[in-house]
């Protein structure tokens, strides 16, 4: 196993947040953009009811066995692995994509806040650039040490132009402790599911394409409800999860049936206590 090396294990563990990893060269990040962009072209009209957009933010790695082979990457595997163990689980993978000038924004939050997850420790995002996510491309911004705190509180904006589904903010950041996560394709950054993060809007002339594996341990209990995720590294023996395989191909009609049954179950856990409709994803995160 390669992995993150000592230093970049501690500042994770100090931080909740390391970046740049290189994972993979930029022309290997360029096939895998290819690729995606493909599959918009082809699939634009998406499947099973659901649009592309949806597949592409909530769980499309039931559906879209692309996004299967990019949360098996080896590399990624072994970073993620360095932080979370050799038992590893894959709960979500999303496309998050901003286009030059759309204005979308993704607001101050913590990732765990409606997950239904608690406060693990058990949890990391790997971030994995597929275009030159530059500062000027509206890059992840962090609070470092943010996550060594609990949950706080966040309000529900429910903004058309935030990619994230409540529109969910933490109010009264300190903008001046924000440290910009710049990354080329190719490179990701690990975070913690409560490190502050957000991400401007796209002012740079392309596609800001990013691809967000959310990796868990069998460790992990839901506390509101068993919920489902997919092994893709040694065993899940505590069986606290619904463990579910990768795609049998592209949007094959019995994924599509797993997948609704898998949007059902988490759709009421992230709806939970809202004052508003919520949907999986924001309509403004189009591909």
Same mark, same amino acid.
């Given at each position: 196993?390669?992995?993150?090396d =000592?230093?970049?294990?501690?500042?994770?563990?100090?931080?909740?947040?390391?970046?740049?990893?290189?994972? +993979?060269?930029?022309?290997?990040?360029?096939?895998?953009?290819?690729?995606?962009? %493909?599959?918009?072209?082809?699939?634009?009209?998406?499947?099973?009811?659901?649009?592309?957009? =949806?597949?592409?933010?909530?769980?499309g790695?039931?559906? @879209?066995?692309?996004?299967?082979?990019?949360?098996?990457?080896?590399?990624? $595997?072994?970073?993620?692995?360095?932080?979370?163990?050799?038992? $590893?689980?894959?709960?979500?993978?999303?496309?998050?994509?901003?286009?030059?000038?759309?204005?979308? @924004?993704?607001?101050?939050?913590?990732?765990?806040?409606?997950?239904g +997850?608690?406060?693990?420790d058990?949890?990391?995002?790997?971030?994995?650039?597929?275009?030159?996510?530059?500062?000027?491309?509206?890059c992840?911004?962090?609070?470092?040490?943010?996550? +060594?705190?609990?949950?706080?509180?966040? %309000?529900?904006?429910?903004?058309?132009?935030? $990619?994230?589904?409540?529109?969910?903010?933490?109010?009264?950041?300190?903008?001046?402790?924000?440290?910009?996560?710049?990354?080329?394709?190719?490179?990701?950054?690990?975070?913690?599911?409560?490190?502050?993060?957000?991400?401007?809007?796209?002012?740079?002339?392309?596609?800001?394409?990013?691809?967000? @594996?959310?990796?868990?341990?069998?460790?992990?209990?839901?506390?509101?409800?068993?919920?489902?995720?997919?092994?893709?590294?040694?065993?899940?023996?505590?069986?606290?999860?619904?463990?579910?395989?990768?795609?049998?191909?592209?949007?094959d009609?019995?994924?599509?049936?797993?997948?609704?049954?898998?949007?059902?179950?988490?759709?009421?856990?992230?709806?939970?206590?809202?004052?508003?409709?919520?949907?999986?994803? =924001?309509?403004?995160?189009?591909?």
């Open positions: 196993m390669a992995g993150l =000592q230093a970049q294990i501690a500042q994770y563990r100090a931080e909740g947040v390391v970046h740049p990893v290189r994972v +993979m060269d930029a022309a290997a990040a360029w096939t895998l953009r290819q690729r995606v962009e %493909e599959l918009e072209a082809a699939q634009k009209n998406g499947a099973g009811g659901h649009d592309l957009a =949806q597949f592409f933010r909530v769980n790695q039931l559906v @879209i066995p692309l996004l299967v082979e990019i949360a098996r990457s080896p590399a990624i $595997l072994d970073a993620a692995e360095s932080l979370l163990g050799p038992n $590893l689980l894959v709960w979500s993978v999303e496309l998050f994509i901003k286009e030059p000038g759309d204005g979308t @924004i993704v607001s101050w939050h913590q990732d765990l806040t409606y997950w +997850m608690g406060e693990t058990e949890e990391v995002t790997a971030w994995l650039a597929l275009s030159d996510v530059s500062v000027e491309a509206g992840m911004r962090f609070i470092p040490g943010s996550h +060594m705190g609990g949950i706080v509180a966040h %309000e529900d904006t429910f903004s058309d132009s935030n $990619l994230l589904s409540r529109g969910q903010e933490i109010g009264g950041v300190d903008e001046s402790k924000a440290v910009p996560g710049p990354l080329r394709p190719g490179e990701m950054s690990l975070h913690h599911g409560r490190c502050f993060h957000a991400s401007a809007p796209n002012r740079s002339d392309d596609r800001r394409i990013g691809c967000a @594996i959310r990796y868990v341990t069998p460790d992990v209990r839901q506390g509101l409800a068993r919920d489902y995720a997919m092994l893709v590294r040694g065993q899940d023996a505590m069986q606290g999860w619904i463990n579910v395989a990768g795609p049998r191909g592209l949007f009609p019995r994924d599509l049936a797993l997948y609704d049954e898998v949007l059902a179950a988490q759709s009421a856990t992230l709806a939970a206590g809202a004052e508003g409709s919520v949907a999986m994803y =924001q309509t403004g995160a189009k591909p």
